[in-house]
């Protein structure tokens, strides 16, 4: 029973890997067109061409809506991303053991304070149930006393969706759902407020 056990565990956690990497490799190619700019990196929506007299042109590339998930509220209730269509969304994974995460959370704050009503503020907390937990981040937040919206990832959805493997991650989406921008690692207030002129400016 117990080499069972042990063989079950192990393929279970072959499977957790293989989403991990999917996801990761779905965002790379995703993301594969971009351009570095003041730590973050924009997203690429047009290519060059050419037109029958020779002329450069640029032509709308194909470009998807950044890919959906489901995360729970304070409450417990099931939110997806596609929820918050209509407003450009600053979409951040972090945790309460990751130092980087801690360190921007206040700028994340001051710029929910500003553009809180203009952008919709997802901070999607990585629950794993081991490392963070409901409880845990909870208690971080009221300690901190921040008040922008956070939603639990208990089953590691938008991780996977995203192949989020290093925290923290920011995406800047439009309002219609399509990625502008995005950081890896801590943004300084420049940064965060160079994600919000982005999206705003794509309404």
Known sequence: MGKIYGLLKIAIMVL?????LTGAYLLYNRLSSQVQLGGIATVAHTTASQDAAGEGT?????????????????????????????????????????????SEM????????????????????????????????TKFLDEKGYTFPVYFDTDIDAAAA????????????DAQGYGIAWAQGAMSAEMIQQGVDMVLGAE
């Not at 509220?73 to 929820?83: F, I, S």
């Not at 972090?94 to 995460?101: D, E, I, K, T």
């Not at 203009?118 to 409880?135: A, M, P, R, S, W």
């Open 16 to 20: 957790a890997f293989a989403v991990v």
């Open 58 to 102: 640029e032509t709308q590339a194909e470009v998807e809506p950044a890919p959906d998930f489901t995360v729970y509220d304070r409450e417990g209730n099931a939110v997806t991303l596609t929820d918050f269509r209509g407003k450009p969304v600053i979409l951040n994974f972090w945790a309460s053991w990751c130092g980087p995460c801690v």
């Open 106 to 137: 206040p700028d994340l704050q001051d710029a929910y304070d500003t553009y809180g009503e203009q952008i919709h503020f997802v901070l999607v907390n990585l629950t794993d149930g081991n490392q963070e937990t409901v409880e845990s981040a």
């Open 162 to 173: 995203y192949g989020v493997n290093a925290v923290p991650m920011t995406i800047f989406l």
